[in-house]
């Protein structure tokens, strides 16, 4: 079945430190690919995504590349910051309807 | 968040009847439900597009959505149970296909005791 896997449970960082975080996926489809990051308290928020295989995804200095060969679409920042600590979640959907199949998640914490 | 509200926000329970409840001042059309247990990712409930339901993931019959109008959307739980912790998501988007970026509320964390 459809799947989305993140390794990494959790990363702990300094500022200015490179981030990579590791997500790969499972479908017979030709599903768009995201990354959301949910801050404390609040809801997920849409980070960034790409619907078409080889494309580049960025924002606020992030940034994934969706890889059909690897199945993969990992996280990467140059330097962290301190507002950066959150929950990021790799997800895709090849519903069709918003049906998004997420990953467990990596907590980001960035110490000053 | 301000355009998507919920409430209430938080909510603890015994076995009891409870409504949810979620707007929306985006001028979306689809409205969604997910549900987020602890140290889980969320997972699609229930879709509307334009006050209609279009998906329903097996969730059990004590869960019962309503679409008063395509900018409010509800969620009536009966006689709650344990495993029904969890924070609940109210989400949008423009429309409900492919590549309508969804948007979240701050959720409705229900705690059953």
């Known amino acids: 079945g459809d799947s989305v896997i993140q390794m990494q449970g959790q990363v702990t960082l300094s500022e200015n430190d490179f981030l990579f975080i590791n997500c790969t996926y499972s479908?017979?489809?030709?599903?768009?690919l995201f990354w959301y990051v949910q801050y404390s308290g609040e809801g997920p928020q849409l980070l960034l995504q790409v619907t078409t295989a080889n494309n580049k995804g960025s924002s606020r200095g992030f940034e994934a590349t969706y890889d059909k060969g690897t199945t993969s679409f990992h996280l990467q920042k140059t330097s962290v910051q301190e507002i950066d600590s959150a929950v990021y979640y790799c997800?895709?959907?090849?519903?069709?309807?918003?049906?998004?199949?997420f990953g467990k998640g990596t907590v980001l914490l960035v110490s000053p | 968040n301000t355009k998507i509200t919920q409430s209430p926000r938080y909510l603890i329970l015994g076995r009891a009847n409870k409504s949810l409840e979620c707007e929306q001042h985006?001028?979306?059309?689809?409205m969604y439900w997910y549900k987020q247990s602890a140290e889980k990712p969320p997972e699609l409930m229930f879709l509307?597009?334009?006050?209609?339901?279009?998906r329903n993931e097996t969730v059990p019959s004590r869960f019962i959505p309503e679409c008063p109008d395509s900018s409010k959307l509800l969620l009536h739980i009966s006689a709650v149970d344990p495993e029904d912790s969890a924070v609940y998501f109210c989400a949008s988007s423009l429309g409900q296909g492919a590549g309508n970026t969804l948007y979240f509320g701050e959720g409705s964390r229900l705690i059953v005791v």
């Open positions: 985006l001028g979306h059309n689809a």
């Open positions: 479908t017979t489809g030709y599903p768009t």
């Open positions: 997800a895709m959907d090849d519903s069709g309807y918003n049906k998004l199949t």
């Open positions: 509307y597009n334009l006050k209609q339901l279009i």
